[in-house]
């Protein structure tokens, strides 16, 4: 974990974590400034990469990964939270996010042993199965099983949660002032300073890192999150063909359509983390209709025939943006 340093009234702590790096910024509240927030996060950072690593041999996700026909796996509160909350997004994503598609991401070269296709006879080679008709959880027991060898991959959600469990450990501890940043999934409360809000950038997908798609404000002290998803840097290629990372569920293959990113913006920022990915696996035209359907501000960036970038949204997202990114 990266240093603590105070600049300006406000606190930072940076380092990596999940494969990724993260960035935490806060106010300290006068009133109990002898608070730890390195161990604070450190705890959390570890506790939750114990519970949903598939890196990490004994981590509970990698227990049950390995769960054989009749085994069963008491899960922690914070372990099976998650997943039950992936299946409600699932059935409300019309499929597009699925945490039980583990293997076929292993397939495509993006999972634990990133061991990529050579041939694209091997991608032909897989027929698309449903998985969540065979997990059980059964509640008198507390205990999870599987009815059928599949395997759990909760990449697209755990990061949105950790955030999520810092920023209560923060509240917990009477700082409600915060930006907290793991692998580009953003939650923010309160101010900065004065009068000035926290601002979130959201990145183009062009080749220009520092060129933003729009900005978010921070809103007086409500906490919002949030989050994207896109298919732009991590994908490989075979025989002129493009491979993203991004899986749609309900076909096993990679995403292929014109939309190329999204994002998302909800209180909660596991559940903007998930939704940004099923948006993205949705595309513009059935994830705005979704969307719409169940208040989720959303943005979409597609690429036409020309390689123009178009961005979209709706009035729900467009109600967070900086009047300059309207």
């Known amino acids: 974990m990266g240093g603590c340093k105070y600049e300006n009234s406000i606190n930072s702590l940076n380092g990596l974590t999940m494969g990724t790096s993260f960035s935490i910024k806060w106010k300290d509240n006068p009133e109990n400034e002898n608070i730890n927030v390195r161990e604070i996060v450190g705890k959390t950072l570890s506790s939750i990469n114990h ?27 914070d372990f099976l939270k998650l997943i039950l909350l992936s299946k409600e997004i699932y059935d409300n994503s019309n ?9 076929e991401i292993e397939k495509w070269g993006f999972g634990k ?3 990529k296709p050579d041939n694209k006879k091997m991608l032909t080679k897989h027929t698309m199965q449903k998985h969540w008709n065979a997990f059980v959880y059964d509640k008198e027991k507390n205990s999870i ?18 955030v999520d469990k810092i920023a209560q450990q923060l509240e917990e501890k009477q700082i409600h002032h915060y930006m907290i940043e793991i692998g580009g999934e953003v939650k923010v409360k309160g ?6 809000p926290w601002i979130i950038g959201i990145e183009s997908p062009n080749e220009d890192k520092n060129k933003l798609s729009g900005k978010i404000s921070s809103k007086e002290n409500r906490a919002i999150s949030v989050a994207s998803s896109g298919d732009y840097r991590n994908y490989w290629e075979l025989d002129g063909d493009k491979y993203s990372h991004i899986i749609n569920p309900r ?11 999204t994002s998302v913006i909800l209180e909660n920022c596991a ?13 513009e035209s059935e994830g705005l209709a979704i969307a719409n359907k169940l ?24 109600e967070y943006l900086n009047k300059e990114s309207r």
């Open 295 to 318: 208040k989720i501000p959303v943005l979409f960036i597609s690429k036409d025939e020309k390689f123009k970038l178009n961005t979209v949204s709706n009035n729900l997202f467009k």
């Open 95 to 103: 499929g597009a996010f699925d945490i039980t598609i583990g293997k």
């Open 191 to 196: 101010e900065k300073s004065p009068n000035k």
């Open 271 to 283: 559940e903007a983390d998930a939704w940004a990915t099923a948006m993205l696996v949705l595309g």
């Open 145 to 162: 099983y599987k009815k059928s060898d599949f395997l759990l991959d909760m990449n697209g959600i755990a990061k949105g949660f950790a």
């Open 113 to 115: 042993n990133k061991k």
């Open 251 to 261: 076909t096993g293959k990679p995403i292929g359509h014109k939309t190329v990113a």
């Open 51 to 77: 519970a949903m690593s598939i890196y990490i041999d004994k981590s509970e996700i990698s227990q049950f990964n390995k769960l054989k026909m009749g085994e069963q796996l008491k899960p922690s509160a």
